[in-house]
């Protein structure tokens, strides 16, 4: 539930700015009051955003670079690099680190794939398509704890629906092997509608004309996506790929209500280690240092996936 | 045609049907086994083959619900901080929403749309232990109205952004026609523009509860005693320290903490998905 892209908010509006002067009033006076008018509007809504939004975040890097803890009568001192030299030696945290991009990769990657497929399938005549359309919005509209407890029962060893079903007794979530398999199909099911509606609303912008041209010319199923599908809906692809692959590392409440990390951390996500440094141990600076790694490196490698994408297209 | 390419294409149609079940499948049976559980018998929870359909479906799980779990006051909790979250994010977000689609290439329209598009990355991390301290310090922690402003800027660049396209869409004829009547800046934006942003605001508004309604992390975070909690982190408590829950309560509950979002998703899901993409797809 976002905007899409940096650039849609620019191309999306209307002429060009108004000359304000109004004939027969003094244009200076005219254009003072004005911009009087704008602050007075922007103000509310601005000082919130300050104060709550880009001040915690510059106050968040800069703790990264303090000894803060919680709990603490001392002062909190500049301790330089300190906190990054230790995370650089925690293995914890790259173990960490390591899980929550293989749980990010593998929950976006099939997840848009699957999305690319349903959106084609219900941008068809089929029937029963209003069906799929209003089931989606199910997991979409659900309380993320929710979505956690109702998957905690599907995967229960002793009630589940899973083990009921497949007639063996196995505890999914509780096992080295399969937890973290487990908690990714959670998290393809909770955000897939999204991804879907919103690829499917890319959809319905696709000139027909273009497909039927492209098929009286003999074009095959493939050739017209190649041709015709994917260069229209490419930039909302793109956009809800990147969006959905930063959730996901910024995911927390699915996993902490289906297995709080466990078991023996296999499953415990860089912001649920992060909420554990600081909240459980108190170890503010520390936890900060961490969310700047995970930003700085999320950073990256979103700007390698889009220049390369962005690359890829004009070859 | 010839009766290969006929054939063909009903292969392809069936295949198609078949994608389709799979898909409403794997949306459907989760949440109608969190359905089943909910009206459940205990005895039927403890069996080894429990069944789709309750043999003696009870709403007893339900009435332990509440008795286990301060769920009644946790949902009037999670109601006003949602309320108000709601109310204050439409309040100040549409004249700033309203300048930014008036003077989009103003230096701050631009800064904005910067942080709106930065605010989806957002680091979670980052922010809640500045805002953890710095509500501490004011003495906001562990009380609704510190929460509730967290939700307020927590919805805010969604709210901007949805709100600014409904506001481009308004006429400019209609404001300048109020201005030359002498209607100021202020005036003319409550009696001219916010009634033709009814609808927008309304579908802004919902959204915002919405957002408030399901979020945990925060309210996680930054409530502490269990009489302050919210809905979804009340729901957690249904869980044990061990992992152990007792189903029955623990489904019905998550029922209940679902409907309204159910339901207000449902009136402003149209809205949503053309609110985000109605920037992107109009050149």
């Known amino acids: 539930m976002v905007p899409v892209t940096a650039a849609s908010a620019r191309s999306g509006e209307g002429s060009a700015e108004h000359p304000s002067a109004a004939p027969g009033k003094r244009p200076g006076s005219r254009v003072a009051a004005h911009r009087h008018g704008t602050w007075f509007l922007v103000l509310p809504a601005l000082i919130p955003i300050l104060l709550l939004s880009v001040g915690p975040l510059l106050y968040g890097i800069a703790l990264a670079f303090t000894d803060s803890q919680a709990g603490r009568t001392e002062p909190t001192q500049w301790i330089g690099l300190l906190n990054f030299q230790d995370l650089l030696r925690d293995t914890l945290f790259w173990e960490s680190f390591r899980i929550g991009l293989v749980w990010a990769v593998a929950v976006s990657v099939p997840q848009f794939l699957l999305a690319l497929g349903l959106a084609l399938l219900l941008n068809q005549n089929l029937r029963f398509r209003w069906l799929a359309r209003a089931l989606a919005i199910v997991p979409w509209a659900m309380p993320e704890v929710v979505v956690g407890i109702m998957w905690r029962l599907v995967y229960h060893p002793d009630a589940g629906l899973l083990n009921e079903t497949l007639g063996i007794h196995r505890d999914w979530l509780g096992s080295l092997s399969t937890a973290l398999p487990a908690v990714v199909v959670v998290g393809i099911w909770a955000s897939l509608p999204q991804v879907t509606v919103t690829l499917l609303a890319g959809l319905s912008h696709v000139p027909r004309e273009l ?38 590392v910024n995911s927390f409440a699915l996993v902490y209500v289906l297995t709080g990390g466990g078991p023996g951390g296999r499953t415990r996500l860089p ?5 554990e440094e600081a909240f459980r141990y108190g170890q503010f600076g520390y936890a900060a240092a961490m969310g700047c790694v995970l930003v700085a490196v999320v950073s990256i490698l979103l700007a390698v996936h889009l220049v390369a994408r962005l690359k890829g297209d004009d070859a | 045609m010839s009766p290969r390419a006929t054939a063909g294409r009903r292969a392809a149609r069936t295949g198609q049907y078949l994608a389709l079940l799979g898909y409403m499948v794997f949306l459907a049976f989760p949440l109608l086994w969190l359905v089943s559980t909910a009206f459940k018998p205990p005895r039927e929870l403890a069996s080894l083959h429990p069944g789709w359909i309750p043999d003696h479906p009870t709403l007893d799980n339900f009435r332990q619900a509440f008795e286990e779990q301060p769920l009644l006051r946790s949902a009037g909790n999670s109601l006003i901080a949602s309320l108000a979250a709601a109310a204050i994010t439409v309040v100040i977000a549409t004249p700033m929403a309203y300048v930014m689609a008036r003077h989009h290439r103003s230096r701050l329209s631009r800064a904005a749309t910067g942080w709106i598009v930065v605010s989806q990355a957002f680091p979670f991390v980052l922010v809640i232990i500045p805002l953890f301290l710095v509500l501490k310090e004011v003495r906001l922690i562990d009380s609704l109205a510190g929460l509730i402003m967290v939700y307020v800027v927590w919805s805010l660049p969604f709210a901007l952004w949805m709100l600014a396209g409904y506001a481009r869409a308004v006429p400019r004829e209609l404001e300048e026609a109020a201005a030359v009547d002498g209607a100021g800046r202020l005036r003319t934006l409550i009696s001219v523009t916010v009634p033709l942003l009814a609808p927008g ?9 919405l957002t408030a309604w399901n979020e945990f992390f925060f309210a996680l975070v930054l409530l502490k005693s269990p009489r302050k909690q919210t809905m979804p982190v009340i729901l957690t408590h249904f869980i044990g320290t061990e992992g152990v829950a007792d189903l029955g309560p623990l489904a019905a509950a998550s029922l209940l903490a679902t409907l309204p979002s159910l339901v207000l998703f449902a009136v402003i899901q149209r809205r949503i998905t053309s ?9």
């Open chain 2, 275 to 283: 609110g985000t993409l109605a920037g992107a797809v109009k050149h």
């Open chain 2, 201 to 209: 605001i309304v579908a802004t508004a919902l959204f915002a509860f």
């Open chain 1, 271 to 275: 912001m649920l280690f992060a909420y």
């Open chain 1, 211 to 248: 497909h039927e041209a492209a098929a009286m010319d003999g074009a095959g199923a493939w050739r017209r996506f190649r041709a015709v599908t994917w260069p229209a809906i490419r930039p909302i692809a793109l956009a809800i790929s990147a969006l959905s692959f930063i959730w996901n």
